[in-house]
Nanobody, 125 residues
Framework: QVQLVESGGGLLQAGGSLRLSCAAS????????MGWFRQTPGKEREFVAA????????FYADSVKGRFTISRDNAKNTMYLQMNSLKPEDTALYYC??????????????????WGQGTQVTVSS
């Protein structure tokens, strides 16, 4: 079992920046690829960003490319999502997720095994 805990969410104005963190415990962190997803009420959870086991490869949704940066610190068992130039449409509950093995995709919820409880990000206009 892997436990994931997100933090860093909050309320801010459009154009601002925020950094989310995802702390992992229970297994060797570097053995897991990681991802961020987000969800708003009435909508499906959508892919935001993902990072490979060593951090060499990163992947982004088109809607956040150029504004968000995913990273990880395997020594600290922590993944980050730096969010810049935030927009009201970025408002959502943000989840981190992880998986042990590659399944052919980075972009779907079924690609991941473990999930955190989420942290709320609210961007006002």
């Amino acid at each position: 079992q892997v436990q994931l805990v997100e933090s860093g969410g909050g309320l801010l104005q459009a154009g601002g920046s925020l950094r989310l963190s995802c702390a992992a415990s229970g297994r060797t962190f570097s053995n897991y690829a990681m991802g961020w997803f987000r969800q708003t009420p009435g909508k499906e959870r959508e892919f935001v960003a993902a990072i490979s086991w060593s951090g060499t490869n990163t992947f982004y949704a088109d809607s956040v490319k150029g504004r968000f940066t995913i990273s990880r610190d395997n020594a600290k068992n922590t993944m980050y999502l730096q969010m810049n130039s935030l927009k009201p449409e970025d408002t959502a509950l943000y989840y981190c997720a992880c998986r042990r093995y590659y399944r052919g995709s980075w972009y779907y919820t079924d690609d991941y095994d473990y999930w955190g409880q989420g942290t709320q990000v609210t961007v006002s206009s």
